[in-house]
């Protein structure tokens, strides 16, 4: 009787790897590795430029003023006035009332104005016209001249302000006497020094040359 023939085990087949989980191939995590740098690299590049601020606002400095030379003329004197003849005269119309001094007074004192403007330019007045821009007796009367220094327009202010008339008449008398105009300046001063003090007015008119 035979004995049974032995069968060989089939050899046992190698082991299978267990897959482990949430690893990535190597060549796909390098490609996504180096994407994660280079955005890195640009955002925190993108973080340190500054936007440039324009060259002319940073370089150019403000010009400071030019000073004023040293040498600069000085200032022209104060142009001196003198007697003024005047052969024709605009039209002076005199209201159709009665006023407080006579046509004849009134029109010397216009006449004596347009032509003596080194007197009555340096006369105060003490009506309280310098409310109204006058700076001496002489704007009581005249309202604008010529180029060649001629009244063109007479202002109605003197004709009926006995103060202005007044004053004018008074100036006019003196120098027909040869009184100088500083000397013209002082008595009218004196004159109305008590009603200027009552009523503060008084024109802001220039002291007369001293020659």
């Given at each position: ?188 001063e004196r004159k109305w020094a008590a009603q200027s003090a009552q009523t503060h007015a008084h024109t802001p008119t220039p002291d007369p040359p001293k020659n």
């Amino acid at each position: 009787m035979s004995k049974p023939s032995k069968k060989t085990p089939p050899p046992p087949a190698p082991p299978v790897k267990p897959r482990s989980r949430g690893k990535v191939p190597i060549g796909v995590g390098g490609v996504a590795l180096a994407g994660v740098v280079i955005a890195v690299v640009v955002f925190t590049q993108r973080d340190r430029v500054q936007p440039e601020a324009p060259a002319q606002a940073a370089t150019t400095p403000i010009a400071a003023p030019a000073a004023a030379p040293t040498d600069a003329p000085a200032a022209l004197p104060a142009v001196v006035l003198g007697p003024h003849p005047q052969k024709e005269f605009p039209p002076l119309q005199l209201p159709g009332y009665p006023l407080a001094r006579s046509p004849e007074v009134i029109t010397a004192a216009y006449k004596f104005a347009a032509e003596h403007p080194e007197v009555l330019s340096y006369v105060p007045c003490f009506c309280g016209c310098e409310r109204s821009g006058h700076r001496g007796n002489e704007d009581c009367f005249v309202q604008k001249r010529g180029a060649n220094g001629d009244v063109t327009e007479w202002t109605e202010h003197g004709m009926e302000c006995t103060v202005c008339l007044d004053v004018a008449q008074q100036a006019m008398q003196m120098h027909a006497s040869g009184a100088s105009v500083r000397d013209i300046r002082a008595a009218v001063e004196r004159k109305w020094a008590a009603q200027s003090a009552q009523t503060h007015a008084h024109t802001p008119t220039p002291d007369p040359p001293k020659n």
